[in-house]
């Protein structure tokens, strides 16, 4: 772990270039840190300035010339141009070469600023927009450009993440808070962040400044789905929490619900957006390139035919000159204007685009390859939230033995319903019938989730409004939020069935079961989803009981080799995903006192761990996978587009 102190140390000196004002030849490499919130930060580190412009005003002629003459019809017509500056190549009038070169040229350089400018402009839109920042002396109003490593900022709902930030507080109670990142990894689905345990207890936000708050981070890095960090605070007691992706809210990220109290960690070109961002590049398309092609296949022929000329002339020693006169009298086989109306026709071409009212809201960015559009023959396009509605629909659950679908879940009702009035107990010795089953893969499913309901002011202590991500009313007034889809249709399900999930925080989930009686659960540990494990799994334990219980659900392609031997698994399996359902495997596992109590220990020496921590938590956690009990496998239909 290093200190502020000790990073300015580590880095290199640089080359006297820096007397001169100019930027150091050397680039500066990113390192770890520790910063201490809400106080000025003796390292410098990167200004929180969006700059996607490709020119300034020193760079953009010669860039934009570059550009241009790496294109051979460019340099053919300016090469032409330059003999004619020798009167003993002439052949026609000085402008008449350059003329249209220069306005070729000239319609660039406009095509180019312009493009540039509108950069500018977005960019000077993000950069000025205003948040609230946290201080010693109360609340301030800074623009985004003027955010530094340290600070304490607000982000409200629906406003867009300014830089990479640790979540300390949020507006709900449970300490969650949604996100929309479709601007940062193209995912329509809303990810759940967690507030710092630590900070969301506090009794207001002016005590996250009176605690000593300081947090170390991992150099910035690419990766947007990792994070390795640790927080720390003095008062009341010295304590340090682990930090991981949960805990970010990385720039360009949208808050979906509540207000977020973040400290910033990385600004500017160290955020993990701006290091996932290339450059603008130069784009050149396909008409183009042909263009380009098919005038050096001219450019040959012409070449030919003054080789032809000259040697019918007769050779002599300034056949050259008449060699080059001869190409210049050929220049009108390729002509200049085709390469004036193509870039006047895609200027055209852009400004009908932004102005088609049939789509509406079309922003064109780049008005070098509009005509590209016209070149799409095939669109391949994932399936979720593309092709479908993102909506899923609960509609199959099969247990091994027998299979329930949508005209049969009356059934798994009156199951559910039969085994709750009987007061059955869990355990290894009770008889497992099909009601005792169903109950058991029920449950599962309403516990194994990270939905949070609203709406029943009889059990939840939120009466409040609760922005949902996704937000779905039924007839007794429930919603529910969660990150997926999924998680919500499989929810949904069990209330159908009468197993309703009605109060759950950070520390609780409470369920009312078909008699009307409330089962609650302490909820130990969590192990979100991800794209890498394909899984996700939490231990709670039954109050009532004190049974400790986990529960996993996951893809059939790693949950088959997690779940005790089975012989119809991967068959239902394919049988589902033929009828176009997603599939869901669900397990579970009891443990004991002292199983759960050596797993926690191991798992948050992990957890603390600062050097390859992932790994350490994946193998500790890969202690307690196996010889699961294999509870069901669900069908989810998701809704396709109309027409598709």
């Not at 991981?244 to 977020?260: F, K, Q, Y």
């Amino acid at each position: 772990m290093s200190a502020e102190g000790d990073m300015e140390e580590k880095r290199p000196w640089r080359c006297g270039q820096c007397l001169s004002g100019m930027n150091c030849c050397k680039a500066t490499p990113y390192l770890e840190r520790k910063v201490f919130l809400g106080q000025p930060t003796p390292s410098k580190f990167a200004k929180n300035e969006v700059k996607n412009t490709k020119y300034n005003l020193i760079t953009f002629v010669p860039k934009v010339l570059f550009e241009q003459f790496k294109v051979f019809i460019n340099l053919y017509f300016l090469v032409l141009a330059i003999t004619q500056l020798i009167p003993s190549l002439r052949v026609t009038y000085v402008y008449t070469s350059w003329a249209p070169l220069g306005f070729v040229i000239f319609i660039t350089m406009c095509r180019e600023a312009y493009d540039d400018l509108k950069r500018r402009w977005r960019d000077n839109e993000v950069n000025s927009a205003v948040y609230t920042k946290l201080t010693p002396g109360g609340a301030v109003r800074i623009t985004a450009a003027k955010i530094k490593v340290g600070d304490l900022i607000y982000v409200e709902k629906d406003e867009r993440v300014p830089a990479d930030l640790i979540l300390l507080r949020t507006t709900e109670k449970a300490g969650s808070c949604f996100i929309r990142t479709d601007q940062l990894d193209g995912e329509t689905d809303w990810k759940l962040r967690l507030a710092v345990s630590t900070t969301q207890k506090l009794a207001s936000d002016n005590e996250v400044l009176r605690c000593g708050p300081s947090v170390y981070a991992e150099k910035p890095q690419k990766d947007i789905h990792s994070f390795i960090g640790n927080f720390y605070s003095a008062l009341p007691a010295a304590t340090e929490e682990p930090l991981n992706i949960e805990n970010t809210l990385w720039a360009n990220t949208v808050v979906a619900n509540g207000t977020a109290l973040g400290a910033v960690i990385y600004t500017g070109r160290e955020t993990r957006s701006s290091m996932n961002t290339n450059d603008a590049p130069s784009k050149i398309g396909h008409t183009d390139a042909e263009i380009n092609n098919l005038t050096k296949l001219l450019f040959l022929l012409t070449v030919a035919l003054s080789t032809a000329l000259v040697i019918l002339k007769g050779v002599t020693s300034q056949w050259y000159k008449y060699f080059i006169r001869f190409i210049v009298l050929f220049s009108y086989i390729i002509p200049i204007n085709l390469r004036v109306n193509l870039d006047l026709s895609k200027i055209w071409y852009s400004i009908c685009i932004h102005k088609d009212d049939e789509i509406a809201g079309t922003v064109v960015r780049n008005t070098t390859i509009p005509e590209e559009l016209g070149r799409i023959s095939y669109l391949l396009s994932d399936k979720t939230g593309t092709l479908t509605q993102n909506e899923m629909v609960f509609k199959k659950l099969h247990l091994g033995t027998v299979s329930f679908g949508t005209e049969s879940f009356s059934e798994v009702r009156d199951n559910l319903a039969s085994e709750y009035s009987n007061g059955t107990k869990t355990g290894s010795k009770v008889r497992k019938t099909l009601a005792y089953r169903v109950k058991e893969s029920v449950r599962a499913l309403a516990i194994c989730h990270n939905v949070t309901p609203s709406g029943s002011d009889d059990v939840s202590e939120d009466g409040g409004e609760i922005n949902a991500a996704y937000s779905h009313s039924i007839a007794e007034k429930m919603q529910y939020q969660a990150a997926s889809p999924d998680e919500v249709a499989l929810v949904e399900w069990t209330e159908e069935v009468n197993l309703t999930l009605v109060y759950r925080d950070r520390q609780i989930m409470r369920l009312r079961t078909p008699a009307g009686d409330i089962e609650e659960f302490e909820i130990l540990l969590i192990f979100p989803f991800t794209s890498e494990s394909k899984r996700m799994g939490i231990i709670v334990r039954d109050t009532a009981t004190k049974e400790i219980t986990f529960v996993m659900k996951g893809a059939d392609v790693v949950m088959a080799n997690i779940v005790q031997y089975n012989d119809w698994l991967e068959e239902e399996c394919d049988n589902m995903a033929r009828e176009g359902l997603r599939t869901l495997v669900v397990a579970k596992k009891p443990l004991s006192q002292e199983q759960y109590e050596d797993f926690e220990r191991r798992y948050n020496e992990a957890k603390l761990s600062i050097n390859d921590r992932a790994r350490q938590m994946r193998q500790v956690q890969l202690t307690l996978e196996g010889d699961m009990q294999l509870l069901c496998v669900t069908g989810v239909e998701d809704k396709l587009q109309p027409d598709v």
